[in-house]
């Protein structure tokens, strides 16, 4: 494959599966390639500026067994196959990249009827469900973890690169700051339950611990008030957001984070050094966030409790060795910058040139 050529990117659904594609759309970019972007609507919230590339997002629903909502699914995904087909033949497609969501299975039919290459990417540490249906016809599977349950049978095509992130593998200087800062991160399925456990873990600390804390904390704007209302009485400083659109400053003034363990944040924490307490969400697709956070879990690089076995005794005592033992962090950042070493995303772009 030439990079002069024109790839189609497809990912959509949600920023899990946008993130990745648009850090491998920069990096196509920077080797010369024209790419398009195709995402679905719900992304837009993602896509703030400007991009050296064509987006082109498509309107999809939901799949689901209801008839009315099965038949709009079929209609919008027909429509969309229709769309995708004339880019093809438009800028002369020979390659396709499928990063799941449901607009990316438009585009896997697309490329499959067509006859061209289709190089499929897994976030997760256990295959999504788009993935598996088409790891058959994929030329390569590029995936974040080393092992992935669901794509042993396709060993011969599959390779480990590591997460796709924005300036992978790049030395960041951390800001410095007086007090321990810690990071609270649940994205759109986990903010709720990281809100009280937040405040039920900060309570068990003794005060003055507390007076040393920062918290800055994604949190949905009906509990916002509430919760601001309860760090006061903790006499905790805070800083509370519905969404950070400046999320990778708040990576550079963090020491610890408290996170859902989605493949994108855990890729990105990986990537600024900065060890977690992951909390899967438990109603995640085949477990999947469990089974990422127990990648890192066991490598001593983190830590990993489900939501239901919750031991605030035990965290508590936990979180009081990260903040009074220094040494004892900077232990768990190098495990981490140890793992960032053994990824190499940009290998996914060295291979699609062999194509």
Do not use: W
Request: hydrophobic residues 40%.
């Amino acid at each position: 494959m030439t990079m002069e050529q024109t790839i189609i990117l497809a990912a959509g659904g949600t920023g899990g599966h946008l993130t990745p594609a648009l850090a491998l759309a920069d990096d196509l970019v920077k080797n010369n390639c024209k790419v398009i972007l195709i995402t679905d609507e719900r992304c837009k919230q993602y896509l703030i500026g400007d991009f050296p590339f064509e987006i082109l997002c498509l309107k999809s629903v939901n799949l689901s067994l209801k008839p009315l909502k099965l038949l709009l699914f079929i209609i919008y995904t027909f429509k969309n196959i229709v769309k995708i087909t004339k880019l093809i033949y438009l800028h002369k497609i020979r390659l396709m990249i499928s990063f799941g969501g449901y607009t990316a299975f438009a585009a896997n039919i697309s490329a499959v009827v067509n006859y061209r290459k289709l190089i499929l990417h897994e976030q997760n540490s256990v295959a999504g469900r788009l993935n598996k249906l088409f790891a058959c016809y994929a030329t390569k599977i590029f995936c974040n973890f080393p092992k992935v349950r669901g794509l042993e049978r396709y060993d011969n095509k599959t390779h480990h690169t590591g997460f796709l992130v924005e300036n992978y593998q790049c030395k960041f200087a951390r800001k410095a700051h007086e007090k321990f800062t810690i990071l609270i991160v649940g994205g759109s399925q986990g903010a709720s339950f990281l809100a009280d456990f937040s405040y039920n873990l900060l309570s068990s600390l003794d005060q003055g611990l507390r007076k040393n804390i920062k918290i800055i904390q994604q949190v949905k704007q009906q509990q916002h008030k509430e919760l601001a209302i309860k760090y006061d009485k903790l006499n905790i400083e805070y800083e509370l957001s519905e969404y950070f659109n400046d999320i990778k400053a708040k990576y550079l003034e963090s020491d610890f984070v408290i996170a859902r363990s989605g493949a994108s944040t855990m890729g990105e924490l990986i990537n600024y050094n900065l060890p977690a307490i992951y909390i899967p969400y438990p109603f995640a697709m085949n477990d999947h966030q469990y089974h990422n956070a127990s990648y890192l879990a066991a490598k001593e690089a983190s830590f990993l409790y489900r939501e239901n076995e919750v031991d605030y005794n035990l965290i508590s005592n936990l979180l009081q060795k990260v903040i009074k033992e220094p040494q004892y962090l900077k232990s768990l950042a190098q495990k981490l910058n140890k793992i960032k070493n053994e990824h190499n995303p940009k290998l996914i772009v060295e291979l699609l040139k062999k194509l």
